[in-house]
């Protein structure tokens, strides 16, 4: 017994060192199969937030990530997925303010190391949430068709409520929309959906609406000085044997006349040109009559209509016998 615990004392540093050499020789035939790769992993990681207080509210569009660099084999790089690493945020018991928290990670991947995380801080800016509405104010740009006015504004609901970060709720002085009645002869209406502006006119970031969008409406009136009035093409004569009259047309078939309000209300629908002679006209004509405008009615445009009368030969057939002659 004696014998065999002195040559174990004595074999000792020969034994460790060779089992030493075997664990090395094993370490480096594993690591030339699958080999060890230290890298940053291809895909950012998102930072998510949790434990945020009833009545807070993230100030913003909180959009941070995490790069991880990780130690790993080759056959456990390639199967690494990012559902694999996790990145939170506490925010438990905080109340309003701008803070710079630490990033706690996790890699649920064996074997595999974490050997940095960049960022290891993030800001977030908490706030109290706020809700209030807020006043409805319409912007009309353009002016209508001369001969036409535009009536207050109707905007449905007068108010929309915001919600968002307290500090910013606070800065809301109005919801502007914007609409355009240029050359507008009838009632604009439209769907849009409100600017939230300060005192000073600027966006107010980070607050939301409840009602995406209002309805506008702007109605537009005929002035009491101005009527539209349809033109009648007046004719006279007769078209030369054999021909007829295909069709009338007026361009522009309207015009607007001004003139006193009773002077205006006492005119019918239309208005007469003067009479186009078509006494033995066989082709069409184009020409531009001038209007029988009563006194004290005026035309608004200067240009006169233009009077086409398009005309045609009268198609007919006849039988007609014919006997040879031989």
């Known amino acids: 017994m004696k014998a065999t615990l002195r040559w174990v004392a004595g074999n000792a540093p020969l034994m460790v060192l060779a089992l030493i050499l075997a664990s090395l020789s094993w370490v480096v035939a594993v690591e030339r199969n699958d080999p060890t790769i230290e890298q940053s992993y291809p895909q950012a990681i998102p930072v998510t937030l949790s434990g945020l207080s009833d009545g807070m509210v993230i100030v913003g569009d909180f959009k941070a990530t995490v790069q991880f660099t990780v130690r790993a084999p080759a056959s456990v790089w390639d199967t690494l997925e ?3 690493f996790m990145a939170a945020v506490d925010l438990t018991g905080m109340g309003p303010g701008l803070y710079r ?3 706690r990670w996790a890699l649920n991947r064996h074997p595999a190391w974490v050997m940095r995380v960049e960022p290891e801080y993030v800001d977030v800016e908490l706030d109290f949430k706020a809700t ?3 006043p409805v104010r319409v912007v009309v740009e353009g002016e209508p068709r001369l001969g036409y006015i535009q009536r207050p504004p109707i905007v449905t609901p007068s108010q929309v409520i915001v919600n968002g970060p307290e500090s910013y709720v606070a800065r809301i002085a109005e919801a502007v929309v914007t609409l355009s009645v240029q050359d507008a002869t009838t009632d604009v209406s ?8 300060d005192s000073q006119g600027q966006p107010v970031p980070y607050v939301t609406l409840e009602t995406k969008k209002v309805s506008v409406q702007v109605p537009i009136q005929l002035s009491a000085y101005y009527r539209v009035l349809s033109v009648k093409a007046v004719l006279t004569g007769t078209l030369a044997p054999g021909y007829r009259i295909t069709n009338i047309s007026v361009d522009p078939p309207n015009v607007t006349v001004f003139g006193s309000p009773e002077s205006i209300a006492a005119l019918p629908g239309y208005i007469e040109t003067r009479p186009i002679n078509l006494e033995g006209v066989q082709a069409n004509i184009v020409e531009r009559p001038p209007l029988n405008l009563p006194q ?5 445009m ?11 030969a009268i198609q007919g057939s006849r039988t007609v016998v014919v006997t040879p002659t031989v």
């Open 296 to 300: 004290n009615i005026s035309l608004v």
């Open 190 to 197: 439209e769907e849009l959906q409100p600017r939230l502006l």
């Open 101 to 103: 928290l630490p990033v």
């Open 302 to 312: 200067a240009e006169q209509p233009v009077v086409r009368v398009f005309v045609e």
């Open 82 to 84: 990012s559902a694999d």
């Open 132 to 134: 209030r509405p807020v």
